[in-house]
């Protein structure tokens, strides 16, 4: 019929190489992948309000900076937390904090059950001990912390560092620093760390 195609995925970094890399499905190896980095609060805010203006509502400033801070900046988070906190307001002309708040809860459960339980499943022994080494830093890790709280060496320690940059779970910051990438994963391997 001469009509043209195209076909758009989204996933995390290592379920996207591992499902590229099959050999069954070798279509998707010459496909272009686009990999988002986080968005900087300003351009979540913008594309928030602009979203809603066409939408046909308003929202309260309260209730935007609220969105903005639970996106975390995470492309996905944002879709999550937009969606939910717009079905909340349902007929309502303007956004308030209160659907922002109902969205936020839906849009953190669905992102738990999404993103965070899978994610941790996929983690190996090693993956989660790394992870879990991290949690004392407030912020970012080094390398040398990790390790030292893991009791291992820094050469063990940097294999389970680059399978965890791998899977999106953490990313480098200034210097030789790095942290958690996924929203809410902290927290999350803090409480599966007091489960055990």
């Known amino acids: 019929s001469g009509r043209s195609v195209a076909l758009l995925m989204a996933g995390l970094p290592a379920n996207v190489t591992d499902l590229v890399e099959d050999a069954r499905i070798s279509f998707l190896r010459r496909s272009r992948q686009q990999f988002l980095e986080t968005i900087s609060d300003v351009e979540v805010s913008s594309a928030i309000r602009k979203t809603i203006k066409r939408g046909g509502k308003a929202i309260e400033d309260d209730a935007l900076e609220k969105i903005v801070q639970a996106s975390a900046g995470y492309p996905y988070m944002m879709q999550l937390v937009g969606y939910f906190t717009w079905l909340e307001a349902d007929d309502d002309d303007c956004i308030d904090v209160e659907h922002v708040r109902l969205g936020i809860k839906a849009a953190q459960s669905d992102f738990r059950r999404g993103v965070l339980d899978r994610t941790w499943k996929e983690m190996s022994p090693g993956d989660r001990a790394f992870a879990t080494a991290m949690l004392p830093d407030e912020d970012t890790s080094t ?54």
């Open 143 to 196: 390398l040398s912390e990790v390790a030292r709280r893991m009791g291992r060496a820094t050469n063990y320690a940097s294999t389970y560092k680059r399978r965890l940059m791998h899977q999106g779970v953490i990313g480098e910051r200034g210097g030789s620093s790095f942290g958690f990438d996924i929203p809410l994963m902290r927290e999350y391997v803090a409480e599966k760390s007091n489960d055990n």
